[in-house]
């Protein structure tokens, strides 16, 4: 059964297909409740009561997994006050692919997440009561539009309140979110435009509000009291709006009232910070970003520890603020790189106002040499030599009756070709509002969009945006620029000013002969692409860009068994296409990386002494890369933190995956395969996440032998074959929800250890092939324990292998401006399959029809035919969305977005960013295609695909997993004409022309042959 199981799930990877479409029914836990489609409740006698559009609970509902999913859209769910209780599994409430829904009135508790949106819009969550949930409480993937009002989301146990994962336009408002072990609100991973106001934000571990790698987001009129690592703190994050807030008593150790770090860009108004235990206001370098270009207005900084602290951040405009007894108003650490600002808005403006100033006011004028005061000191407040308020205030800053102040994102390098959404945004600072506001976006002195804006009030803002896609190469000034209103006073900052940078596309051998030429040649931010070639190099990677090989298999950097092959000293790289082979064998490297936030991404690297290196790195992504042939390890880590290696394909190396001093990493869903020596070893490395991995055919799957390696979470991984499933010498690792399988030697402790270490996440444990107890209960765990030694036991084996649940991706790249969509209604396309290794007896699909049925914007409805083996047919309708890869409860991959180029990236439920390898001909239904195509690694799947790069369309797939090949290919379509005998269509359809006249010709002169009278036959000359 195990083996028909996985042929399906193949064959679901191969065409995208929903589980539910083809009636593979997963099996109900107890407790869980559906509110279905058509508006049903399942199981009926749920304690639900429902009424048209509003469903009321009637009682309190308990589950050991789920509580209640939600399938409907355009519904209401009253609990009544009722309680929904969870066993500290499962969601509470799942909202996935629906719109429209309220959810009120319930207090949800013990749940993994108390409320969970998956791809789910226009969603209202109204005063509930969610509380001691495992993780978050209120947690959004994907999801846009939702309005979260009044709610107590307290006391959840792990990773905050609420956070939101690239889900935008969402409101949280007048909510009470406090004691949570985490942040208060927490917004990553491109989340944009979500408003977070008037709510209390207070008591939380962690930070009230954490922005990471999140822009445009507004915090407003919050009060973000006595948290844990301070009131706001933002990480990589820019365009944010920090705005009257009151941010107070943040006093536990090292803590913040706002902290930015690596993050430009934002604007911090009005806001009351006091009593924080550290600074009020922190401007920091993270890794290779600095914090620079923020504006800093109009805050009330007293009581703190230190006013504001920067280090190696500059271009920061600072001003109007007032700094009141702060221990020590201003620091700029000058151990690090020299951090320049501006620490007023000029004259008649003035700077700040600071409590310890001790100057006189007895001149006036920009030099402060005219006779009479002015409210400014006679001479500057000093913080250093680079850092200096001209114009220190006499009296603290009292916002102003009219005041605009005008902000501007735009790029600051760009590629020929390509585009950039321009937002320049005016705010209303004063206290009136204001009309007819006249505001416009020029670009080298010419308009290219303007307005007035009929009413803009207090405290409020306005964007206005231009799609631009420059043409030449140059240096271009953008500005934007919002006209004065009447009795504006303050009016520089109407107006703002950047140069932005236009670059081509570099290729390789047409613009440059080789590589390094091209690098040395490039400007940050330019892209390089390599076309298919040996270069033999030792490249050489010191600027910002991107480096593609046009195909990886072809497209081949070759060290000719010198030296390393490739050398990354700079962040903000990617690498992608090549293969990277042949190294020196002394300490050389395929690919050597001393930097940080580099992709390397879908390469092949093979015969080097070391295949990839990271050294003092962090934030490195390693995916979808074949690392083979290491003379001593495939991937190392030398004292690097927080990288990512996944879907990595490493085998046949002496030692597969190593890491040395290095901690806060992530390994997951890796192949790693016939290593002489070790799959994963981790020495002196504390702190990593290994999971999901095929750990196959190593002489030790996983090795942590010594003692500083502890806090490492070992879980979802296939660990076979080994003869050392994992070697263990200390203590405080959490290892569970593995499959340990006929390994000689499941676990060993060296040395005779027996610390202890935890086997289990305190409900179920890992499964053990040798493992030889009963389940009497037959709840799927083992009666007794797992004896590894001592101190050491799995509390709950697994009777059979565990099996992931598919968990969306929480890192999705932002939908390109414009969506090319290649299909139209009545389009249709048939896929026919070739399969070997299925499980005999079996039926196996023959072939695929999907017809679309309608198409608007970039989603679709399409219909699924499949015709099995045993002549059954099986249909489903189902929508999908173009540009998510054909992700929305529909089909997944199916369809992408027209004309995607290598380089390029889409989104696929259940495989994440997926990137664009390559481009290709081929002849599918009958006709020679243009195919782009990628390949895709998943918990032991391997898997490519291949769209019609016009249309967008699936044209084949093929996949293997366990023992078993599947292709998929397209034989029928309407959407583009065969080629018939292998002549164009033109001259064919010429050629049938041409024929047509002949024999027409022919048989008119037959037929009037045929109907002359006799004489005329016999006297053909009369």
Same mark, same amino acid.
């Given at each position: 059964?195990?083996?028909?199981?996985?042929?399906?799930?193949?064959?679901?990877?191969?065409?995208?297909?929903?589980?539910?479409?083809?009636?593979?029914?997963?099996?109900?836990? &107890?407790?869980?409740?559906?509110?279905?489609? !058509?508006?049903?409740?399942?199981?009926?006698?749920?304690?639900?009561?429902?009424?048209?559009?509003?469903?009321?609970?009637?009682?309190?509902?308990?589950?050991?997994?789920?509580?209640?999913?939600?399938?409907?859209?355009?519904?209401?769910?009253?609990?009544?006050?009722?309680?929904?209780?969870?066993?500290?599994?499962?969601?509470?409430?799942?909202? &996935?692919?629906?719109?429209?829904?309220?959810?009120?009135?319930?207090?949800?508790?013990?749940?993994?997440? *108390?409320?969970?949106l998956n791809l789910a819009f226009y969603n209202i969550i109204f005063r509930n009561n969610i509380t001691n949930n495992v993780c978050q409480g209120i947690r959004a993937n994907?999801?846009?539009?939702?309005?979260?009002?009044?709610?107590?989301?307290?006391?959840?146990?792990?990773? *905050?309140?609420?956070?939101?994962?690239?889900?935008?336009?969402?409101?949280?408002?007048?909510?009470?979110?406090?004691?949570?072990?985490?942040?208060?609100? =927490?917004?990553?991973?491109?989340?944009?435009?979500?408003?977070?106001?008037?709510?209390?934000?207070?008591?939380?571990?962690?930070?009230?509000?954490?922005?990471?790698?999140?822009?445009?987001?507004?915090i407003f009129e919050n009060s973000i009291d006595d948290n844990s690592n301070g009131g706001v703190e933002l990480i990589f994050a820019s365009n944010n709006r920090i705005v009257?807030?009151?941010?107070?008593?943040?006093?536990?150790?090292?803590?913040?009232?706002?902290?930015?770090?690596?993050?430009?860009?934002?604007?911090?108004?009005?806001?009351?910070?006091?009593?924080?235990?550290?600074?009020?206001?922190?401007?920091?370098?993270?890794?290779?970003?600095?914090?620079?270009?923020?504006?800093?207005?109009?805050?009330?900084?007293a009581n703190n520890g230190n006013g504001i602290y920067l280090l190696s951040s500059s271009d920061n405009s600072i001003y109007h603020n007032n700094f009141i007894d702060n221990?020590?108003?201003?620091?700029?650490?000058?151990?690090?790189?020299?951090?320049?600002?501006?620490?007023?808005?000029?004259?008649?403006?003035?700077?700040?106002?600071?409590?310890?100033?001790?100057?006189?006011?007895?001149?006036?004028?920009?030099?402060?040499?005219?006779?009479?005061?002015?409210?400014?000191?006679?001479?500057?407040?000093?913080?250093?030599?680079?850092?200096?308020?001209?114009?220190?205030?006499?009296?603290?800053?009292?916002?102003?009756?009219?005041?605009?102040?005008?902000?501007?994102?735009?790029?600051?390098?760009?590629?020929?070709?390509?585009?950039?959404?321009?937002?320049?945004?005016?705010?209303?600072?004063?206290?009136?509002?204001?009309?007819?506001?006249?505001?416009?976006?020029?670009?080298?002195?010419?308009?290219?969009?303007?307005?007035?804006?009929?009413?803009?009030?207090?405290?409020?803002?306005?964007?206005?945006?231009?799609?631009?896609?420059?043409?030449?190469?140059?240096?271009?000034?953008?500005?934007?620029?919002?006209?004065?209103?009447?009795?504006?006073?303050?009016?520089?900052?109407?107006?703002?000013?950047?140069?932005?940078?236009?670059?081509?596309?570099?290729?390789?051998? !047409?613009?440059?002969?080789?590589?390094?030429?091209?690098?040395?040649?490039?400007?940050?931010?330019?892209?390089?692409?390599?076309?298919?070639?040996?270069?033999?190099?030792?490249?050489?990677?010191?600027?910002?860009?991107?480096?593609?090989?046009?195909?990886?298999?072809?497209?081949?950097?070759?060290?000719?068994?010198?030296?390393?092959?490739?050398?990354?000293?700079?962040?903000?790289?990617?690498?992608?296409?090549?293969?990277?082979?042949?190294?020196?064998?002394?300490?050389?490297?395929?690919?050597?990386?001393?930097?940080?936030?580099?992709?390397?991404?879908?390469?092949?690297?093979?015969?080097?002494?070391?295949?990839?290196?990271?050294?003092?790195?962090? !934030?490195?992504?390693?995916?979808?890369?074949?690392?083979?042939?290491?003379?001593?390890?495939?991937?190392?880590?030398?004292?690097?933190?927080?990288?990512?290696?996944?879907?990595?394909?490493?085998?046949?190396?002496?030692?597969?995956?190593?890491?040395?001093?290095?901690?806060?990493?992530?390994?997951?869903?890796?192949?790693?395969?016939?290593?002489?020596?070790?799959?994963?070893?981790?020495?002196?490395?504390?702190?990593?996440?290994?999971?999901?991995?095929?750990?196959?055919?190593?002489?030790?799957?996983? *090795?942590?032998?010594?003692?500083?390696?502890?806090?490492?979470?070992?879980?979802?991984?296939?660990?076979?074959?080994?003869?050392?499933?994992?070697?263990?010498?200390?203590?405080?690792?959490?290892?569970?929800?593995?499959?340990?399988?006929?390994?000689?030697?499941?676990?060993?402790?060296?040395?005779?250890?027996?610390?202890?270490?935890?086997?289990?996440?305190?409900?179920?444990?890992?499964?053990?092939?040798?493992?030889?107890?009963?389940?009497?209960?037959?709840?799927?765990?083992?009666?007794?324990?797992?004896?590894?030694?001592?101190?050491?036991?799995?509390?709950?084996?697994?009777?059979?292998?565990?099996?992931?649940?598919?968990?969306?991706?929480?890192?999705?790249?932002?939908?390109?401006?414009?969506?090319?969509?290649?299909?139209?209604?009545?389009?249709?396309?048939?896929?026919?399959?070739?399969?070997?290794?299925?499980?005999?007896?079996?039926?196996?699909?023959?072939?695929?029809?999907?017809?679309?049925?309608?198409?608007?914007?970039?989603?679709?409805?399409?219909?699924?035919?499949?015709?099995?083996?045993?002549?059954?047919?099986?249909?489903?309708?189902?929508?999908?969305?173009?540009?998510?890869?054909?992700?929305?409860?529909?089909?997944?991959?199916?369809?992408?977005?027209?004309?995607?180029?290598?380089?390029?990236?889409?989104?696929?439920?259940?495989?994440?960013?997926?990137?664009?390898?390559?481009?290709?001909?081929?002849?599918?239904?009958?006709?020679?295609?243009? =195919?782009?195509?990628?390949?895709?690694?998943?918990?032991?799947?391997?898997?490519?695909?291949?769209?019609?790069?016009?249309?967008?369309?699936?044209?084949?797939?093929?996949?293997?997993?366990?023992?078993?090949?599947?292709?998929?290919?397209?034989?029928?379509?309407?959407?583009?004409?065969?080629?018939?005998?292998?002549?164009?269509?033109?001259?064919?359809?010429?050629?049938?022309? =041409?024929?047509?006249?002949?024999?027409?010709?022919?048989?008119?002169?037959?037929?009037?042959?045929?109907?002359?009278?006799?004489?005329?036959?016999?006297?053909?000359?009369?």
């Amino acid at each position: 059964m195990k083996k028909v199981v996985s042929a399906m799930v193949l064959t679901l990877f191969l065409i995208g297909v929903l589980t539910y479409a083809f009636t593979i029914q997963l099996v109900k836990a &107890s407790g869980i409740i559906y509110i279905r489609a !058509d508006g049903s409740i399942d199981p009926p006698d749920t304690p639900i009561q429902r009424d048209g559009n509003i469903y009321t609970l009637t009682g309190s509902i308990t589950s050991d997994t789920d509580g209640i999913v939600v399938e409907r859209s355009n519904i209401i769910i009253d609990g009544n006050g009722h309680l929904v209780q969870g066993s500290r599994s499962g969601y509470g409430f799942t909202l &996935s692919g629906v719109s429209n829904v309220t959810i009120k009135n319930t207090n949800i508790k013990g749940f993994v997440h *108390g409320i969970y949106l998956n791809l789910a819009f226009y969603n209202i969550i109204f005063r509930n009561n969610i509380t001691n949930n495992v993780c978050q409480g209120i947690r959004a993937n994907s999801s846009s539009y939702n309005s979260i009002l009044e709610n107590s989301i307290t006391k959840n146990t792990y990773d *905050g309140g609420i956070r939101f994962f690239n889900s935008s336009y969402n409101a949280v408002l007048e909510n009470e979110i406090k004691q949570n072990l985490g942040g208060g609100i =927490v917004i990553v991973d491109f989340s944009s435009h979500n408003n977070v106001s008037r709510n209390n934000i207070t008591e939380n571990t962690l930070s009230g509000v954490h922005i990471y790698n999140a822009s445009y987001n507004i915090i407003f009129e919050n009060s973000i009291d006595d948290n844990s690592n301070g009131g706001v703190e933002l990480i990589f994050a820019s365009n944010n709006r920090i705005v009257e807030n009151d941010i107070t008593s943040n006093f536990r150790y090292l803590t913040n009232g706002i902290c930015l770090s690596g993050s430009s860009n934002n604007y911090i108004v009005r806001n009351n910070i006091t009593t924080s235990y550290s600074y009020g206001i922190t401007l920091v370098r993270y890794c290779s970003d600095s914090s620079n270009n923020n504006i800093i207005f109009g805050n009330n900084v007293a009581n703190n520890g230190n006013g504001i602290y920067l280090l190696s951040s500059s271009d920061n405009s600072i001003y109007h603020n007032n700094f009141i007894d702060n221990s020590l108003q201003a620091y700029v650490n000058p151990y690090a790189d020299p951090s320049i600002n501006v620490w007023n808005d000029d004259y008649p403006f003035g700077g700040n106002y600071w409590s310890d100033y001790n100057g006189t006011d007895l001149f006036s004028g920009p030099f402060q040499n005219a006779t009479g005061s002015d409210g400014m000191g006679d001479t500057p407040y000093i913080i250093d030599e680079n850092n200096i308020d001209r114009y220190p205030l006499m009296n603290p800053w009292v916002q102003p009756e009219h005041e605009l102040v005008v902000s501007m994102a735009a790029p600051s390098a760009l590629k020929l070709g390509s585009s950039s959404s321009l937002n320049a945004t005016v705010t209303n600072e004063g206290t009136n509002d204001e009309t007819l506001i006249k505001f416009s976006l020029l670009i080298n002195g010419t308009t290219v969009n303007s307005t007035t804006i009929a009413l803009l009030q207090s405290s409020s803002s306005y964007t206005l945006k231009y799609l631009w896609t420059p043409t030449i190469e140059a240096a271009y000034n953008i500005t934007a620029y919002a006209h004065p209103v009447p009795d504006e006073i303050y009016v520089e900052n109407n107006r703002v000013s950047k140069l932005c940078t236009v670059s081509a596309t570099i290729i390789v051998p !047409d613009t440059y002969p080789t590589i390094q030429a091209a690098i040395n040649a490039a400007n940050s931010g330019d892209t390089i692409l390599v076309k298919e070639g040996t270069y033999y190099e030792h490249v050489v990677i010191n600027k910002c860009i991107t480096l593609i090989g046009e195909d990886r298999d072809r497209t081949i950097i070759d060290g000719a068994s010198t030296g390393t092959v490739m050398n990354i000293t700079v962040s903000k790289v990617n690498v992608t296409g090549f293969t990277i082979q042949n190294s020196g064998d002394h300490y050389d490297h395929g690919i050597y990386v001393f930097s940080s936030f580099c992709n390397i991404t879908y390469n092949i690297v093979k015969n080097c002494r070391y295949g990839i290196k990271l050294d003092n790195s962090t !934030d490195i992504i390693i995916s979808g890369n074949t690392v083979t042939e290491s003379s001593f390890v495939a991937v190392k880590m030398d004292g690097s933190s927080k990288n990512t290696l996944s879907r990595n394909n490493i085998t046949s190396n002496r030692y597969g995956i190593g890491l040395d001093y290095s901690l806060d990493n992530t390994i997951a869903g890796n192949n790693i395969t016939n290593n002489d020596e070790g799959g994963i070893g981790l020495y002196r490395s504390p702190n990593n996440v290994i999971s999901l991995n095929n750990i196959t055919n190593n002489r030790k799957g996983i *090795g942590i032998p010594d003692y500083p390696s502890t806090n490492i979470t070992i879980y979802g991984n296939k660990i076979t074959n080994n003869e050392y499933g994992i070697i263990l010498i200390g203590s405080g690792n959490k290892i569970y929800h593995n499959n340990f399988i006929d390994n000689t030697q499941q676990a060993y402790f060296m040395l005779g250890s027996t610390q202890p270490n935890v086997w289990d996440d305190g409900y179920s444990g890992n499964f053990w092939s040798d493992y030889t107890g009963v389940d009497a209960n037959g709840d799927g765990i083992g009666d007794t324990p797992y004896i590894i030694n001592a101190n050491n036991k799995d509390r709950y084996p697994l009777m059979n292998p565990w099996t992931p649940s598919w968990v969306p991706p929480e890192h999705v790249t932002p939908t390109p401006p414009e969506v090319q969509v290649g299909v139209k209604a009545g389009d249709w396309i048939k896929v026919d399959y070739t399969i070997s290794g299925w499980p005999a007896g079996q039926p196996y699909p023959e072939w695929l029809k999907v017809e679309f049925l309608t198409v608007e914007g970039t989603n679709a409805t399409i219909r699924v035919t499949m015709h099995m083996s045993d002549g059954t047919e099986q249909n489903a309708t189902v929508p999908v969305d173009v540009v998510a890869g054909g992700q929305a409860l529909g089909l997944s991959g199916f369809v992408i977005p027209a004309n995607l180029t290598v380089g390029d990236t889409i989104f696929m439920s259940g495989y994440g960013n997926v990137t664009i390898e390559g481009e290709t001909t081929r002849t599918y239904a009958g006709a020679s295609r243009t =195919v782009v195509y990628a390949s895709i690694s998943q918990y032991g799947t391997q898997l490519t695909y291949y769209w019609d790069k016009q249309t967008g369309v699936l044209v084949e797939s093929s996949g293997t997993s366990d023992g078993m090949t599947i292709t998929a290919k397209a034989t029928e379509t309407n959407m583009w004409q065969p080629e018939l005998f292998g002549l164009d269509l033109i001259l064919l359809y010429s050629l049938i022309i =041409v024929t047509i006249v002949v024999v027409a010709a022919v048989a008119f002169l037959a037929i009037r042959r045929k109907k002359k009278p006799p004489e005329e036959l016999e006297n053909p000359q009369s």
